[in-house]
């Protein structure tokens, strides 16, 4: 129930969305979220920030690795008291909009964020703190210019005075947005990027970013991930000296400290997802290993990372929806010679156009079992045969998956595919 000292539209409002949801629910028609929040706002179009009036506001965006941030800094900050975040991963203001519709008063929010709404919900709900994680194409037919998003991001900084920012700093769009703050408003993470195609130019004067030496599988890989930082040879804007640093199994403060790391969720852009919530909930008071500890027992997030019996197959599901997450999975899958199965669709939610799948370095499934599915199988069928892997086109996932078993079978699914097939192993409607 909406909770009392709201302006009564804003009550009318919340009653409306829970009720709408509750019926989509009750008609099979999804969980209900976006159309709850939709209503709601038709009835009160200030009811983001109206109802995140009384809360402590902590934003998390990025390109990748934001649902899973939100949850384990909720996890953090439940250790200080209650708090509430997105249902489902809902990022939109509509998404917002449920999660803080039924807050305790004076609950702490933790909300991710879509890239491109930052501004929108920043101007709205006056957040305490802003987490920028990272940058790279997506959604090509939505947002085409990562660069622009960067610029949209500064603004936000530069505007919201009264936000203490959170950044990554092996990510030159990252800093460059998040360096329009006061220094001392931001806390830099050298939480990695092993994805630099989308920041070879300066964003600051367009001249070519150098990446310190490295490899990541088969690609070159800089933005400081084992230290070597990153610079402008044209203007002199660089990598930030970080406040922390992700290690293998802990986290490194500024004074050498370090911090034990021990995680449920696998790889390495889950441990640079927990140093970012760390920072975070440092900001507003929760303690650096009180933090890591409260996420160590979070072993999956809306689906990811979760296992599920498939006919004689143990599926584990992996979400890979761009190819900057994709190069963070292929490190994630059971060694060679591991069954995959990639799953891609290319809905609304996902970017209708899948040219993506020609920048994901495919190769490196070479020598396994491997299954094309989901509606998009021909084009990532056409893509695996180009990258030398021998392959199946099975459409339907739960058959692609029983195909592969018996035994452990890794899914790897981009963003509707991995809702639609999480949904039908549970035994809901996708």
């Known amino acids: 129930m909406p909770r009392p000292g709201l302006p009564t539209r804003t009550r009318a409002a919340a009653l409306a969305g829970s009720v709408t949801?509750?019926?989509?629910?009750?008609?099979?028609?999804?969980?209900?979220?976006?159309?709850?929040?939709?209503?709601?706002?038709?009835?009160?179009?200030?009811?983001?920030?109206?109802?995140?009036?009384?809360?402590?506001?902590?934003?998390?965006?990025?390109?990748?690795?934001?649902?899973?941030?939100?949850?384990?800094?909720?996890?953090?900050l439940a250790t200080a008291g209650p708090v509430v975040t997105n249902p489902q991963g809902s990022n939109l203001p509509p998404g917002l909009v449920v999660g803080l519709a039924g807050a305790p008063p004076g609950a702490a929010a933790a909300l991710e964020v879509d890239e491109a709404w930052?501004?929108?919900?920043?101007?709205?709900?006056?957040?305490?703190?802003?987490?920028?994680?990272?940058?790279?194409?997506?959604?090509?037919?939505?947002?085409?210019?990562?660069?622009?998003?960067?610029?949209?991001?500064?603004?936000v900084v530069a505007t919201r005075v009264e936000s203490l920012v959170v950044a990554n700093a092996d990510d030159p769009l990252v800093a460059w947005a998040a360096s329009a703050a006061a220094p001392d408003r931001v806390t830099w993470v050298?939480?990695?990027?092993?994805?630099?195609?989308?920041?070879?130019?300066?964003?600051?004067?367009?001249?070519a970013i150098t990446f310190g030496a490295g490899t990541f599988g088969a690609r070159t890989l800089g933005a400081g991930t084992f230290g070597d930082g990153w610079s402008c040879a044209g203007c002199g804007f660089a990598r930030p000296q970080p406040a922390l640093t992700v290690g293998e199994d802990a986290i490194v403060d500024a004074a050498g400290g370090a911090h034990p790391l021990a995680l449920a969720l696998p790889g390495r852009a889950n441990?640079?997802?927990?140093?970012?919530?760390?920072?975070?909930?440092?900001?507003?008071?929760?303690?650096?290993?009180?933090?890591?500890?409260?996420?160590?027992?979070?072993?999956?997030?809306?689906?990811?990372?979760?296992?599920?019996?498939?006919?004689?197959?143990?599926?584990?599901?992996l979400l890979a929806k761009n190819p900057a997450g994709w190069l963070e999975v292929l490190d994630m899958l059971a060694p060679?010679?591991?069954?995959?199965?990639?799953?891609?669709?290319?809905?609304?939610?996902?970017?209708?156009?899948p040219s993506w799948l020609w920048d994901v370095p495919f190769e490196r499934l070479a020598g396994r079992p491997v299954v094309a599915s989901g509606e998009r199988s021909r084009d990532v069928s056409v893509r695996l045969h180009y990258a030398g892997v021998e392959h199946?086109?099975?459409?339907?996932?739960?058959?692609?998956?029983?195909?592969?078993?018996?035994?452990?079978?890794?899914?790897?699914?981009?963003?509707?595919?991995?809702?639609?097939?999480?949904?039908?192993?549970?035994?809901?409607?996708?």
Not at 125 to 144: E, F, G, I, K
Not at 190 to 207: M, N, S, V
Not at 336 to 352: E, H, K, Q, T
């Open 21 to 76: 949801a509750r019926v989509s629910r009750l008609l099979g028609r999804g969980e209900g979220t976006v159309i709850g929040g939709r209503v709601s706002l038709l009835v009160d179009p200030d009811a983001l920030g109206r109802l995140g009036t009384g809360h402590r506001v902590s934003l998390v965006s990025g390109t990748n690795g934001k649902t899973t941030t939100t949850r384990l800094l909720a996890a953090a």
């Open 118 to 155: 930052l501004g929108a919900a920043a101007l709205a709900l006056h957040p305490a703190t802003v987490t920028l994680l990272n940058l790279s194409r997506d959604q090509l037919d939505r947002v085409a210019e990562v660069r622009r998003l960067a610029e949209r991001w500064r603004e």
């Open 392 to 430: 199946r086109r099975i459409a339907d996932p739960v058959n692609a998956v029983e195909a592969l078993g018996p035994g452990p079978v890794d899914v790897a699914a981009n963003y509707t595919a991995l809702r639609q097939l999480d949904a039908r192993l549970r035994g809901r409607r996708g």
């Open 190 to 207: 050298a939480a990695g990027q092993p994805w630099t195609d989308d920041a070879a130019g300066c964003p600051a004067c367009g001249g």
């Open 271 to 317: 441990r640079a997802n927990a140093a970012m919530a760390a920072a975070t909930a440092g900001l507003v008071g929760v303690g650096l290993d009180v933090a890591l500890a409260a996420m160590a027992t979070t072993a999956s997030v809306d689906g990811r990372y979760r296992r599920a019996r498939v006919g004689a197959a143990d599926a584990r599901l």
């Open 336 to 353: 060679a010679p591991g069954p995959v199965v990639v799953v891609v669709n290319a809905r609304i939610a996902d970017g209708r156009d």
